[in-house]
């Protein structure tokens, strides 16, 4: 059965850093998605992505994030400079219909110190 | 603004006593609503998909009904296994909004 998947499972980086988290979604769905849990919390929208370019964004997604699909599969977040206040578990998704139920990976746990 | 509430937050029941989450919601025209399970550390695993009032839904133990302001996750004769966080989520335009959870333990 086609699943999402993510890497790194677990991330350690110190507060200003750059990180890359990657995500390969199911290959035939068309809409990609980034959500966030900190720990304890619910799990928060960040970004969709459909076509190429990024159809909504959260107030968290601020400048220092932004997203990519560079080829037919990977879709990445990038967190330009690390804050402590990043530190949670971020899960991608992919759905084939904008409507549809969506599909999560098993989260990349960042952990910034 | 569209919100999610789940009740109860913590849930503990003996294998095979049935019974019932609550999926409260405030939506400007629901898109649909979808319960996941959660377990500890690991992604929300996709249930159902309800989208329009008196539909439901069923998959082994779980049932899933909605009607114009609140979904129920009924479960059935629950074994240990079913013991995870189960979580409730509306569409809206673009992205999903979860609720909280409903943290579930099921004990033998």
């Known amino acids: 059965e086609p699943e999402v998947t993510q890497t790194p499972s677990h991330q350690v980086t110190q507060m200003g850093q750059e990180v890359i988290l990657r995500c390969v979604p199911i290959?035939?769905?068309?809409?990609f998605y980034w959500y966030r849990q900190i720990l304890g919390q619910k799990v928060e929208f960040l970004v969709s992505?459909?076509?190429?370019?990024?159809?909504?964004k959260s107030e968290i997604f601020d400048d220092q994030f932004s997203v990519e699909r560079p080829d037919g599969s990977n879709f990445t977040l990038k967190i330009r400079s690390t804050k402590l206040e990043d530190s949670a578990m971020y899960f991608c998704?992919?759905?084939?219909?904008?409507?549809?139920?969506?599909?999560f990976g098993p989260g990349t746990r960042l952990t910034v110190t | 603004e569209d919100q999610v509430t789940q009740s109860p937050e913590a849930l503990r029941l003996q294998e095979g006593e049935s019974s019932s989450l609550n999926c409260s919601y405030t939506?400007?025209?629901?898109?649909?609503l979808f319960w996941y399970r959660q377990d500890p550390g690991k992604g929300p695993e996709f249930l159902f998909t309800?989208?329009?009032a008196g539909e439901e839904k069923e998959k082994e133990r779980l049932k899933a009904t909605l009607t114009k302001k609140e979904s129920f996750l009924h479960i059935t004769a629950p074994k240990p296994e079913d013991s995870a966080t189960y979580l409730c989520?509306?569409?809206?335009?673009?992205?999903?909004?979860f609720g909280t959870g409903t943290r579930l333990q099921v004990f033998p």
């Open positions: 998704a992919s759905t084939l219909q904008g409507r549809g139920e969506q599909y």
């Open positions: 290959s035939n769905h068309l809409y």
């Open positions: 992505f459909y076509n190429n370019e990024i159809s909504e």
């Open positions: 939506v400007s025209g629901l898109r649909g």
């Open positions: 309800l989208y329009s």
């Open positions: 989520a509306v569409y809206n335009t673009d992205k999903l909004i």
